[in-house]
């Protein structure tokens, strides 16, 4: 069964760039069958959609937060990834790393998720 | 962005119990809506998918319905195990979530 894995930073200064990476196994980021989610989660608080990349690297993101994000795929190792620049304390959240249902279904019908991971944003 | 009122936010229940959560969609969703579970430290896991789509090894007790702007999530008979949160999402557009409710033992 396909597992994701969220890594990176727990802790980015205010200002700089928070960058996360999905490992995704038992399957390939190269499947034409799936879409790559970044879904972040407020502490306490609800869900907040990011963006997500296709295979092909088609990219389509939550215009609240197009300005500052990039979602890029990795097909060496098998990773995709999130950038989300000039971070402030409003960032910090656990982010998820999520996998549509792969088929027909709708990019974001969000089916499979990684287990999140906590980022604080503070000097 | 099309908001998702969801009410309540919390309730109390026993066991037993039929669990009724509603979402209120700020314009025609159609059935693009899912309902999500989300136990604490843990990721949010998909029950219902196109509005009343049972996801697969889901239980039966977990249904929806509703179309339009106005969906409604049952749980017939709430087990220990469903002490939680749940989410609405739509994704008819910009994907948005409700607020959540939480679903406590009373």
């Known amino acids: 069964q396909m597992q994701l894995q969220e890594s990176g930073p727990g802790l980015v200064k205010p200002s700089q760039t928070l960058t996360l990476t999905c490992t995704v196994s038992?399957?390939?980021?190269?499947?034409?069958?799936?879409?790559w989610n970044w879904i972040r989660q407020h502490p306490g608080k609800g869900l907040e959609w990011i963006g997500y990349?296709?295979?092909?690297?088609?990219?389509h993101y939550n215009p609240s937060l197009r300005s500052r994000t990039s979602i890029s795929l990795d097909t060496s190792t098998n990773q995709f990834s999130l950038r989300l620049s000039s971070v402030t304390a409003a960032d910090t959240a656990v982010y998820y790393c999520v996998r549509n249902c792969g088929g027909d279904c709708s990019p974001t019908l969000f089916h499979h998720w990684g287990q999140g991971t906590l980022v604080s944003v503070s000097s | 962005d099309i908001q998702m009122t969801q009410s309540p936010s919390s309730l109390s229940a026993s066991v037993g119990d039929r669990v009724t959560i509603t979402c209120q969609a700020s314009?025609?969703?159609?059935?693009?809506v899912n309902w999500f579970q989300q136990k604490p430290g843990k990721a949010p896991n998909l029950l219902i998918y196109g509005a009343s789509n049972l996801e697969a090894g889901v239980p039966s007790r977990f249904s929806g319905s509703g179309s339009g702007t106005h969906f409604t999530f049952i749980i017939s008979s709430l087990q220990p195990e469903d002490f939680a949160t749940y989410y609405c999402?739509?994704?008819?557009?910009?994907?948005?979530f409700g607020g959540g409710t939480k679903v406590e033992l009373k």
């Open positions: 314009q025609d969703v159609s059935n693009f």
């Open positions: 990349i296709y295979y092909s690297g088609a990219t």
């Open positions: 038992g399957g390939s980021v190269t499947s034409g069958a799936y879409y």
């Open positions: 999402q739509q994704y008819e557009n910009v994907p948005t």
